[in-house]
């Protein structure tokens, strides 16, 4: 009987220091592509909300008491970190106290020479914090979610590790597809024009030139010093293409500008958010690969 209850009191001991199985893990992601990664590892084993939601931009949502409350009751908070979501430290503070684990998706990667601009240098900025539209990097950010769900549970490490993986291999595949073909862009037309400062680590990685753009900061306006920057430049290009965020709508007006001031084509990328149409990272790739290679071959 003694043994019994000595048995007993082990497995009530292990099942405390575990999450119990077939309990989710509440894990809050910052914007939706971050939510896609966990959702990718996780799988059935967590529950993951995005605060900034599908469509919206990530640089002008405001948090309510709902995001709060989420946040306070996280297990793990994934954060893009390189100061793109700066402003969850202070909702982290409010909401949750020090204790709440947060994974900062970018934390082994350094920004990049090739995401600075005269942009940077005049403003003092920092530059690119978009590292996750270069595939490698989203290895990379899958690598760190990983981590840190198997921290949080070790029980279910196998299962995180081996979705893990699968996953990896399909970003893998994913990155030698868009290298074949945006391969097929001649090297003189690989030039991307958009309104802010997104698509520098994809600019490096799949080999086009440092991409051009009107503002730092999606929330300023560009001069007319900016706007005829950019119209000499196109003017001179054979592909006179120009790129527009669907989540930027001030920015598509001035891009509509542009694009009747040097009789270019207007075309959408996917930057910081998922929407009904790019429902995964993987989706949101495959059709900003069709998109450039349509507008730039």
């Known amino acids: 009987m003694r043994k019994c209850m000595l048995s007993l009191l082990v497995i009530l001991l292990l099942l405390a220091a575990y999450p119990v199985f ?40 405001e948090p309510t008491p709902k995001d709060a409350r989420l946040v306070a009751q996280a297990d793990l908070v994934v954060a893009n970190g390189a100061g793109f979501d700066q402003w ?11 204790d709440t684990p947060i994974a900062f998706a970018s934390e082994r990667l350094s920004v990049s020479a090739l995401s600075h601009s005269h942009h ?9 914090p978009h590292f996750w539209l270069s595939v490698p990097n989203a290895i990379s950010y899958v690598q760190q979610i990983t981590e840190a769900l198997v921290r949080l549970s070790p029980a279910d490490s196998v299962y995180f590790m081996e979705r893990s993986h699968a996953y990896m291999e399909k970003l893998a595949e994913l990155d030698r597809w868009m290298q074949d073909q945006l391969g097929k862009i001649p090297k003189e037309n690989r030039v991307i024009v958009t309104y802010h400062n997104a698509f520098s680590y994809l600019a490096e990685r799949y080999d086009f030139e440092v991409a051009e753009f009107l503002v730092q900061n999606p929330e300023a306006e ?76």
């Open 120 to 128: 940077d240098e005049q403003n003092g900025h920092g530059g690119d």
């Open 88 to 98: 969850l430290l202070d909702l982290l503070h409010n909401a949750a106290g020090s």
């Open 222 to 297: 560009p001069s007319p010093r900016e706007l005829a920057r950019l119209v000499n430049l196109l003017k001179g290009r054979e592909k006179r293409a120009l790129f527009v965020e669907p989540q930027l709508s001030s920015g598509t007006r001035y891009m509509q500008t542009l694009a009747r001031e040097i009789q270019g084509e207007l075309y959408t990328l996917y930057s910081d958010s998922l929407t009904d149409l790019v429902p995964t990272y993987l989706d949101l790739m495959k059709y900003n690969t069709e998109t450039l290679v349509e507008a730039l071959k």
């Open 22 to 61: 077939g309990q989710e893990l509440q894990v809050v992601a910052t914007f939706t592509i971050l939510e896609d990664f966990v959702k990718a590892v996780g799988g059935e084993r967590v529950e993951v909300h995005a605060l900034v939601g599908r469509g919206i931009d990530p640089h002008t949502w």
